[in-house]
Structures are given as structure tokens and as C-alpha cells.
């Protein structure tokens, strides 16, 4: 069993900041790309960025220039800073993995339970 814990979420200015991490722990062998998605109320889930074990990044057009994703390998955690966050930014976030496990060597797809982060105008 793998869990993704995701911390850092809150309530913002417009304009502000907020930190998102992300850890993951249990039955790993390796990690390969992470990411962060989001769901803003009465809408379907979309990407926000993601990396590879290798630093790799993608990032939705939203995304682009305001977030920054990176990872810790040693830590098994990903992060998600998040600058000039907008109203529109409102949503849960949500922390994804692709986890290779023990001790069956399986390649798993793990979400985190997701994280509110809501920016007032």
C-alpha cells in the first residue's frame, strides 16, 4: 500500500502565494512522474502540471509562468508553488504518483486525498 499525503493548502488573497507539497510512503520501490490536478466546484478534475523522476515538467496553459513544480526523490515528495494566484485558482487539489511497489513490482497510479486551496478577490 502507498499513501500520498498533500499538505499546504489554504485560503489567499488574490495576488498571493501558497506552497503545495505532496509525500508519499509505504510499499515503493520507485517513483516515476508525479503531478498536481485540480477541481474546481462543478467541474471535471484537470491537470495542473506535472514531473518526471528525471525533472521533466509540464504545465497547463494556467499554470504557465505562476506555478512552479518540483520534486524531492529523496523524500518521495512533490511541490507545487503557486504565485499570482487568481480567484479562478479556486479548487481541492489533488497530488498524483505513479508508484512502482513491492513486493510484487507493480506499476500503481496513487491520488492523495486532495487539499482546498480557495483565493479571495
Known amino acids: 500500500q502507498v499513501q500520498l499525503v498533500e499538505s499546504g493548502g489554504g485560503l489567499v488573497q488574490a495576488g498571493g502565494s501558497l506552497r503545495l507539497s505532496c509525500a508519499a510512503s509505504?510499499?515503493?520501490?520507485?517513483?516515476?512522474?508525479m503531478g498536481w490536478y485540480r477541481r474546481a466546484p462543478g467541474k471535471q478534475r484537470e491537470l495542473v502540471a506535472t514531473?518526471?523522476?528525471?525533472?521533466?515538467?509540464n504545465y497547463a496553459d494556467s499554470a504557465k509562468g505562476r506555478f512552479t513544480i518540483s520534486r524531492d526523490n529523496a523524500k518521495n515528495s512533490v511541490y507545487l508553488q503557486m504565485n499570482s494566484l487568481k480567484p479562478e485558482d479556486t479548487a481541492v487539489y489533488y497530488c498524483?504518483?505513479?508508484?512502482?511497489?513491492?513486493?510484487?513490482?507493480?506499476?500503481?497510479?496513487?491520488w492523495g486525498q486532495g487539499t482546498q486551496v480557495t483565493v479571495s478577490s
Open positions: 498524483n504518483a505513479g508508484v512502482l511497489t513491492t513486493p510484487t513490482l507493480t506499476l500503481y497510479n496513487y
Open positions: 509505504g510499499s515503493i520501490v520507485s517513483i516515476g512522474a
Open positions: 514531473i518526471t523522476s528525471g525533472g521533466y515538467t
